[in-house]
């Protein structure tokens, strides 16, 4: 055991100096078995899985910055597996599984807090679409409940029960969901990989592919020489497209920019995620006292990582329409995230149409909750070639044949997801 | 974020609609239509896209805008705007 009450003891006496490190930073070898670029959570999940899962240990997870650097550190902490439709709930579902084992699995407080989601409703004909989206997730072995205003009154008191615009009619409870300590995710994940052999190698960016005569992809390019590898897997969601094109494919994604906020620390004051139904905005109380809370995407392309006021100002309205107690807290921080906007609003876990690479993108902006089981099932594809059961909807070439996974119901407008 | 129309001078942005990416065509194949319709470049420099004055006079624009800073070069008349 490396962390206990004795080694912190150990350790506050001798300065903090003691410490080990978590994992093993590695300089990269000539050649590996499979190369996955990302070491963002699901990269970092997804060598995981392959070294676990597959005794596959020739792995490297290439990072162009630091581990955790991108959306794993940047996201709302929200886990959850509320969805409507069958291509995407078996999948969430089996996420939400793993997430109930994670810190057991990884041996690694992840700090997986199960205290529910709530969407709250505004009106009957939301009521229904709710209703129906939690028959059907129990019709796949899902928790669901319909709360009606009074359950959600005991739940939540401090919500403004007395809107007039947008009254809270009730809410769809997803009782297992809850929140994750998002940087343990990335850490975690990590230290499992490591620990089985795999070398995580940081500023590194990929700058091109290898190719041999028939195009297929035989290792990558790097800032820190050329490496090759027998199969290559893309989780670099965000800049999804830039390293695509690096090998000549053109994908059904836009990148856009996502912010999020953080309040001053409070007392407990919000006991689970709520999320407001008449507009775009969900909170919940972190650990540390801040509420952390977010909504919309700007709306337009970018690789900025940091939005503009009109979203700012939008979020902090659904939030004051919600429940406007949380007009005396103060914003601590704001920052934003790049987020692959996939055409239907859904995940891509596939090979792609040149042998040897592999595609795991277009999160939008649920990736983190998708976390476990993005690095199972592409660590199930990158090993056997065959999609995970779970996973078998989510094919890049679902565009060309009509089988969307429009969860929304939006059509091809990215920024609109 | 602040664009120049060029009808009703520098406006803010929150007075638009955005379109994306202005440079597919609508094809006359429908073969074509899936590339149209689902495929982006997604650049991370320079991009043209459409924009709409919906708040103002209404006119379709193409603004050149930087996706890594946000930085707008030039906007013009969609109509006018070379394909």
Not at chain 1, 30 to 42: E, K, L, N
Not at chain 1, 136 to 158: I, N
Not at chain 1, 336 to 360: A, F
């Amino acid at each position: 055991m490396r962390y206990s009450i004795l080694s912190l003891a150990r350790n506050a006496l001798s300065g903090q100096r003691g410490w080990r490190s978590t994992w093993r930073a590695a300089q990269p070898r000539d050649g590996y078995d499979v190369i996955v670029i990302g070491g963002g959570g699901h990269g970092l999940a997804t060598a995981a899985y392959l070294a676990r899962n597959h005794g596959v240990t020739r792995v490297a997870v290439l990072e162009k910055g630091w581990i955790g650097g991108g959306n794993v550190g940047r996201n709302t902490t929200i886990i959850r597996s509320n969805y409507g439709l069958p291509g995407n709930e078996p999948f969430y579902e089996w996420s939400m599984k793993l997430w109930e084992g994670l810190e057991q699995a990884l041996n690694y407080n992840v700090m997986v807090s199960q205290r529910g989601v709530l969407n709250l409703y505004h009106s009957d004909a939301q009521r229904d679409a709710f209703a129906r989206r939690g028959n059907a997730m129990r019709l796949h072995g899902v928790d669901a409940e319909l709360l009606d205003r009074d359950a959600v009154r005991r739940m939540a008191p401090f919500l403004n029960f007395d809107q007039a615009r947008f009254p809270i009619q009730g809410g769809l409870l997803q009782a297992r969901g809850g929140t994750a300590r998002h940087d343990a995710v990335a850490w975690g994940y990590a230290r499992a990989a490591s620990d089985l052999g795999v070398d995580i190698v940081q500023n590194c960016e990929v700058t091109g592919f290898l190719r041999d005569g028939s195009g297929a992809v035989t290792g990558v390019e790097t800032t820190l020489g050329a490496i090759r590898a027998g199969k290559v897997g893309m989780a670099v969601a965000g800049n999804t497209s830039r390293v695509a094109a690096l090998a000549g494919l053109k994908l059904p994604i836009e990148s856009h920019v996502l912010q999020a906020f953080v309040s001053e620390a409070l007392k407990p004051i919000i006991p689970n995620v709520i999320t407001f139904g008449a507009g775009h905005f969900y909170i919940s109380q972190s650990d540390k006292g801040g509420l952390v809370f977010g909504g919309d995407i700007d709306g337009y392309n970018s690789y900025a990582q940091r939005g503009n006021l009109p979203v700012v100002e939008d979020v902090c309205e659904g939030g004051m329409a919600v429940m406007p107690m949380i007009g005396r807290a103060r914003v601590l921080r704001s920052w934003g995230g790049i987020m692959d906007m996939s055409m239907d609003g859904s995940p891509i876990i596939d090979r792609t149409p040149i042998p040897g690479l592999y595609l795991n993108a277009g999160w939008c902006y649920g990736g983190f909750k998708a976390t476990p089981a993005s690095g199972w099932c592409f660590a199930h594809l990158l090993a056997t070639d065959q999609p995970h059961h779970t996973a078998a909807a989510y094919r890049l070439d679902r565009f060309r044949t009509g089988h969307l996974i429009d969860e929304k119901g939006q059509g091809a407008q990215p920024n609109l997801h | 974020m602040r664009i120049p129309c060029p009808f009703c001078g520098d406006r803010d942005a929150r007075e638009f609609v955005y379109r994306g990416d202005a440079s597919p065509v609508r094809p006359t194949e429908p073969a074509d239509f899936h590339d149209y319709v689902y495929l982006r470049d997604n650049p991370a420099g320079p991009l043209r896209e459409h924009w709409y004055h919906a708040q103002g006079c209404r006119n379709w624009l193409v603004v050149t805008r930087d996706t890594r800073t946000h930085e707008i070069s030039r906007a013009e008349f969609a109509r006018a705007a070379d394909r």
